[in-house]
């Protein structure tokens, strides 16, 4: 097991990386601060997880009330938020009952969310099942729910006590769901690391076939990285923007094919690569990089061709973006792989890169 | 002109006390981020003091959109909060939009929560108009709205940048209001300051005509205890629970007879009398004390006998409220005027005080 620690001033917590962290209670009993929780999960992860966790929980002397949504990003809404309140308010759930995250981004986000708010917080642990969860969603704090106005445009910033990433939960995740989370795993080489990059272009393969030791390496390095910028920025003030190396793009994409066409991670590939290439046409990144980036995306598995919604369309779904500052859509570019910076483009560098 | 700063370590902020504020755009003008704001309010404050407001901010450059919601504590709710929401996405509010709330209570909470979740935070400022909200809930970042499983269940702990309290607005405020607002005034004379508890009884004639100074006085005073108290306790785990004097009872008188028809300010006023009589129970507080209590609260024109709930009514609501923990209900009592504490009640002496 490995632990990378959190290290947030007011809020530090650590996360658990390992293979059958679920079965084994100890870390999960430890943050509890009353001997009841409720597990909120969906009914694709219940049907694989949430047994033995609740088992083992329940073993330990602890009270579970299981919180079961129906599975998918449209249902990531108030509705949904709303009957997990709903159950924490007529089991009477009071202010020290701990929520448990069992599942991807969506759950994670939703009870995060749920958490923060409830009777104005309470504690919280994440037990991220995917990819994409492990070694992003669940780090740094941020929880939300979607608007039909725009994607988790409704939130709040909320930690963890505890993130409980085990890896063994990856082996029944579907290929497009763990490849999307590669494209966020990929991000992290290149804002901050380029010796993780050449790492990933070595062990893509060995990732694709979900090797434990490829898994916990690149886990552990992709939550430390991460970890890292968020302590450092816990607000999104500044580096913390790095993070969205892809995303201006990305969301746009999700967006723009409706929500649940592409997948996050996949539309966040096709964006890195935009972005890469408008980083080439200012003058930074070279275009060897942009090869290698093109290249270890394909490798992934993940769409490096973003759709063609035309340009006034790319830019109307750019500017609902949070990153609009002043009518101002700032990019987050690459000087080089493992080098992050955030700057404007020129209309004339989008009309080039944009279908 | 008088500040309370409020000394919270990572959100610093002041409280600016005197009539006449509302029409001088300064204070606000250095608050902003952006020069935009939102004015969240309801139809009765509107009318009063929306034009005024928005024409000094407009004057100034800022872009200035008004939400005028419904007046009442049944619109505290989901519902309403959605439809905050919606207009600024509708109107592509941005994460540095300041969200400005006028109005009492109800308003300041929807408009924090709301400012709380919207992009996961925006700058918010307060200008409560109701001597309660001047008081008590514009001070100490509890935001909220209520669930029909329970009042302020679902909400956030936010804090304001600046709050406004322009004292001329309370000469519009309905007698009974006022009245409400005073009993949160001699609860912080209760729990705090023996010696402010004195200048009440000395000077609650002046108040109930709004006499500016007095006004000015119990105000800042209030402020001043409360933002000390908070500041040493922003997240409610210790003497933070003080401020709940008479809360617990209140709560179940406004839960039991239905919200609205006691005002909050009223089922805390007789609450506070139960608290003080079983306070005497236990020993502590004398007969005097008693009588004092009650004789300020029944100067300032609030009720000091409690509705007859009938005894497994009163514990069945009181269950039901946030101050409990592990099953046990933990009152706010008074060892004498000027100086509270925390205990249980043993059955035989809630069953005397509760009818
Ligand atoms: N909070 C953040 O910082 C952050 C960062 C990135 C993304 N997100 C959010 O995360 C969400 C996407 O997360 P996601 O990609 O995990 O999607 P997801 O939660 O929808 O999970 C993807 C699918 O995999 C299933 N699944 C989960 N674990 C499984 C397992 N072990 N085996 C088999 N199937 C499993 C899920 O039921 C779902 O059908 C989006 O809503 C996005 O906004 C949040
Ligand atoms: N956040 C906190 O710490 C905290 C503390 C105490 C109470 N509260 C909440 O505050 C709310 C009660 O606040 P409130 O007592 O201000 O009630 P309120 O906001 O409902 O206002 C009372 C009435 O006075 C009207 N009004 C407001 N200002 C006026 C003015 N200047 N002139 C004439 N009419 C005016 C309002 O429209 C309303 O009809 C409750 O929801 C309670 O839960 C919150
Ligand atoms: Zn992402
Ligand atoms: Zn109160």
Chains 1, 2 share one sequence.
């Not at 990819?131 to 992003?136: E, I, K």
């Not at 890896?167 to 992290?188: D, M, N, S, W």
């Not at 109307?316 to 910076?341: P, S």
Request: glycine share 8%; net charge negative; charged share 15%.
């Amino acid at each position: 097991m490995q632990t990378v620690h959190v290290d947030l001033a007011h809020a530090p917590y650590d996360i658990l990386i390992g293979a059958g962290l679920l079965a084994d209670p100890q870390a999960i009993l430890q943050h509890l601060t009353q001997a009841n929780a409720v597990i909120v999960t969906n009914t694709t992860v219940a049907a694989l997880y949430l047994a033995p966790l609740q088992a083992s929980l329940v073993a330990a002397g602890v009270s579970v009330l299981p919180v079961i949504l129906p599975d998918g990003e449209q249902y990531k809404n108030w509705t949904t938020l709303n009957s997990i309140l709903d159950a924490l308010l007529e089991h009477r759930c009071e202010r020290k009952t701990t929520l448990i995250a069992l599942g991807g981004g969506v759950i994670g986000d939703m009870t995060g969310f749920a958490a923060a708010i409830y009777q104005r917080g309470v504690p919280f642990i994440q037990i991220p099942t995917t990819l994409l969860a492990q070694v992003d969603s669940s780090v740094g704090g941020k929880t939300a729910i979607n608007h039909p106005l725009g994607k988790n445009m409704i939130g709040a910033f909320y930690q963890p006590r505890l993130v409980l990433a085990d890896l063994a939960t990856l082996h029944t995740l579907p290929a497009r769901e763990f490849a999307a989370g590669l494209a966020e795993v990929i991000k992290y080489g290149l804002i901050d690391d380029a010796v993780f990059f050449a790492w990933l272009e070595q062990n893509i393969a060995a990732l694709l076939r979900r090797d434990v030791e490829a898994l916990a390496y690149a886990v552990e390095r992709s939550c430390s990285i991460k970890a890292r910028i968020v302590a450092s920025d816990e607000r999104e003030q500044g580096v913390r923007a790095f993070l969205n190396l892809g995303h201006t793009f990305g969301h746009a994409i999700e967006a723009g094919l409706g929500y649940g066409q592409w997948l996050h991670g996949e539309a966040v590939a096709a964006g890195m690569l935009l972005a890469a290439r408008a980083s080439k046409l200012l003058g930074n990144l070279g275009e060897q990089d942009v090869q290698r980036t093109e290249a270890l995306l394909q490798a992934a598995g993940l769409p490096v061709v973003a759709p063609a919604l035309g340009f006034d369309r790319w830019m109307a779904l750019m500017a609902q973006d949070k990153k609009v500052e002043r009518g101002h859509i700032r990019f987050v570019l690459l000087r080089h792989i493992g080098e992050a910076y955030i700057a404007t483009l020129p209309e004339q560098h989008l009309r080039e890169i944009l279908l």
